[in-house]
């Protein structure tokens, strides 16, 4: 049978439970300032001191290796911080990129030098990383890419521009993703990552405003940027197959069907005691759907942790959560009887305004639902 | 997993498939008894799987005994395994239960039951709705209150009034009308945690598994029939189109068994409603949703008798509706999460 499953994730502990338990004190505390429509940003929503006292908690890198600042814990125990952080509307943005991937493929295929510099500093919630993969030609065509690396004495000589790029204005570093060799017959040979230090002379930044006015992303332009030959990351020409392993960590976890729990809370908050049987079958059903979600979710934490291959399963849980991320704006609009305005002091109805104009984004960030799906037909072996 | 659940697991595979052939489903839904699969069945031990061993079953796990069940759904099994083992767990070795297949009552909304001490004796009355294989079993194991107290009976079918009807798998569901004396030996009080919503929640469990072994078999039919399918010069699974409709129904049908998963999960553990409500919310959904994909697939040959892809769909179709829909077990959900308060429904979803 070609199935797709998604194994028992693994029992929660006492040392879980216990976690769960400090990371709710910590929000209910650290947390209190904020509004509902900032903690609807999700892990958009970035708050360097914030980052800095999670990491004091231990709660950045949780997984890696101690030598190199991480804390040595399980894939569970990380991804409850994880979930309890995008429950409570946190803003976990500043070090969400670095601590989901750009340290994971640092300790996969950095150097020891690499390692001993950038890790424990990502950990110390010191270093923010963004990605340079998308380009004016080359949004779900990845291979499409064109800014390139030219070997010159002592490094690399890169040109063309990124777009796209989240948090370009906050973020230390950059992995970027470029072509290295011109003369490769794979589509997908010839690329490689580098670590790119955000004030390096040749690179500028321009803020991309979205349409609700808000700056999350940004173009970057390479002109005759120097790069030293110490900034590659893993092998030139590995790119491809280094990017694809990042994606598993990328798309299959709790930011795929929580970034819209804000509004749901909200949404039920704003009805009080008025919540008629339509609206608890709404409610339920979005329940139903968020508890199979986060099991499978938890499932690939498993997998992860086992060293196991998830992409496929990733895909899946990222197509889901994120139709589900959608749905959920269009069924609470039936339910609470109110328009969507950013300004208004009402909580639901300014959480409600913000919701609406970033669900597109949800389906398109971090691999498009049409890829996705292109994904989960190859796992079935159609292509 | 145990190596008890991969024996048990290998052994369904290999039961259910070798039995479950098409003359077997077609002379099913014709309205023969299958005896001689449910013989295998019993054989196995699978039939009083939940049965304790003194009173004669084989005392599996639950998880154990809804894999099984999530198997011999996977081959459109036309037998009433599921209300075989749900009359075990009824009865729980305190009223002693005849061989051959079985079922329950009640197993759907609209039902009245009213059960009285009569002397050293009982009078069970009232009417049961779209009880699953009335006809066949040989005996019903009813659940009524008498008292203010939880009991089970055993009936003889032959003492009631069975007005036969069918799902939309042509799976017997009759209405049952009881009208009858019980003697001493046919009544008992029910074990513990055994109740009107248990029994429905462990139904719902049952159906969920059901349906999730249902649409993986859909999928691997589809599938089948994508790649084989020529229009245009190529297989119609090449066409980005019709990739990406499969690609939803295995993320369905991935989710599907998940929340089987969870279900099972959460009524080996004391019958906890709420994982179990999910499921069958989940589970139905994505029935409804699978089913459309399989037959848009399929096109036209999918909608004829000829085709075995109506075995599968049929019963998804079916089996989203019974032992509660999906708005049903939403509805208890949306309850206690309204009842809990909107500041808590993240707790509410991480406990359950």
């Not at chain 1, 955000?198 to 991309?208: A, D, F, H, Q, R």
């Not at chain 2, 002397?119 to 009813?142: M, S, Y």
């Not at chain 2, 999730?212 to 189109?241: H, M, W």
């Amino acid at each position: 049978m070609t199935q797709l499953t998604f194994a028992p994730p693994p029992p929660d502990t006492e040392a879980t439970e216990k976690l769960r338990a400090d990371v709710r004190a910590f929000v209910a505390v650290e947390l209190a300032h904020m509004t509902p429509r900032q903690r609807a940003s999700s892990w958009s929503g970035r708050d360097p001191a914030f980052s800095r006292k999670m990491a004091e908690k231990g709660w950045i890198g949780m997984t890696w290796p101690k030598k190199y600042g991480g804390h040595e814990r399980s894939a569970l125990e990380r991804y409850v911080v994880l979930e309890e952080m995008l429950a409570a509307g946190a803003p976990v943005g500043a070090h969400w990129i670095a601590d989901r991937q750009s340290a994971p493929s640092i300790l996969r295929f950095g150097t020891e030098e690499q390692k001993q510099f950038f890790v424990p500093k990502i950990a110390r919630g010191e270093l923010f990383f963004c990605i340079g993969m998308s380009e004016p030609d080359s949004g779900s065509d990845l291979a499409a890419t064109r800014t390139r690396a030219t070997a010159v004495e002592g490094g690399f000589k890169v040109n063309g521009t990124k777009v796209w790029t989240s948090g370009a204005h906050v973020a230390h570093y950059m992995i970027l993703f470029c072509r290295t060799d011109s003369k490769s017959d794979d589509r997908h040979g010839g690329v490689s990552q580098f670590i790119v230090d955000m004030k390096t002379p040749g690179l500028k930044i321009s803020p991309i405003y979205d349409l609700s006015h808000e700056h999350h992303f940004n173009e970057v332009v390479f002109e005759d940027m120097f790069l030293p030959t110490s900034a590659l990351l893993g092998n030139q020409g590995d790119g491809w197959k280094q990017v694809t392993g990042e994606l598993a960590y990328e798309r299959s976890g709790p930011d795929r069907f929580l970034s819209t729990f804000t509004l749901l809370i909200e949404g039920f908050a704003m009805l009080g005691d008025n919540v008629d049987d339509r609206a608890k079958i709404a409610l339920g059903r979005i329940i139903a759907h968020l508890m199979t979600l986060r099991r499978m979710s938890r499932s690939i934490a498993g997998m992860l942790q086992r060293g196991e291959d998830p992409a496929v399963h990733a895909a899946i849980v990222k197509e889901l959560g994120t139709s589900l991320e959608q749905e959920m704006v269009e069924v609470l609009r039936l339910i609470v009887d109110a328009e969507p305005d950013g300004k208004s002091d009402n909580p639901y109805v300014a959480v409600l305004a913000h919701t609406i104009l970033h669900a597109p984004s949800f389906s398109l960030r971090g691999g498009t639902r049409e890829i996705l799906r292109g994904m989960i037909a190859r796992g079935l072996g159609l292509r | 997993m145990s190596e008890t659940t991969d024996l048990i697991r290998d052994m369904a595979e290999k039961l259910f498939g070798a039995a479950c052939d098409r003359s077997v489903l077609s002379a099913a839904e014709n309205g023969a008894f299958q005896t001689a699969l449910w013989q295998e069945i019993a054989d196995a031990g699978l039939a009083g799987a939940l049965l304790p061993e003194s009173a004669g079953g084989s005392s599996l796990a639950i998880e154990d005994a809804l894999a099984a069940l999530r198997i011999s759904a996977s081959h459109a099994a036309p037998v009433p395994l599921a209300e075989t083992m749900l009359a075990g767990w009824l009865a729980g070795g305190s009223l002693a239960l005849p061989e051959g297949p079985l079922t329950i009552a009640p197993a759907s909304n609209g039902s009245t039951l009213s059960l009285k001490k009569n002397g050293a004796a009982w009078r069970l009355e009232g009417r049961a709705k779209r009880v699953p294989f009335a006809r066949d079993a040989t005996a019903i194991v009813v659940l009524a209150e008498a008292d203010g107290k939880n009991m089970v009976a055993r009936v003889d079918p032959k003492l009631a009034a069975i007005e036969q009807g069918r799902n939309l798998a042509m799976e017997p569901r009759d209405d049952v009308t009881f009208d009858c004396d019980l003697g001493g030996n046919d009544v008992a009080p029910a074990g513990e945690g055994v109740n009107a919503e248990s029994l429905r929640a462990f139904g719902a469990a049952m159906r969920a598994n059901q349906i999730a072994g249902s649409l993986s078999r859909t999928l691997d039919i589809t599938l089948q029939y994508a790649n084989e399918r020529v229009q245009f010069g190529k297989p119609i699974g090449k066409f980005q189109a019709i990739q990406h409709n499969l690609a939803m129904l295995a993320a369905h049908s991935a989710a599907a068994n998940a929340a089987a998963d969870m279900a099972a999960e959460a009524a080996a553990n004391g019958m906890s409603l709420l994982p179990i409500a999910a499921a069958k919310a989940r589970c139905g959904e994505a029935a409804s949703i699978g089913a459309g994909i399989a037959h848009q697939t399929h096109g036209a040959i999918g909608f004829t008798r000829e085709h075995m892809l109506h075995y599968f769909t049929k019963r998804l179709w079916s089996w989203r509706d019974e032992f509660g829909k999906e708005s049903d077990w939403a509805l208890i959900i949306g309850r206690a999460a309204a009842k809990a308060g909107s500041k808590n429904i993240w707790s509410d979803i991480v406990t359950a």
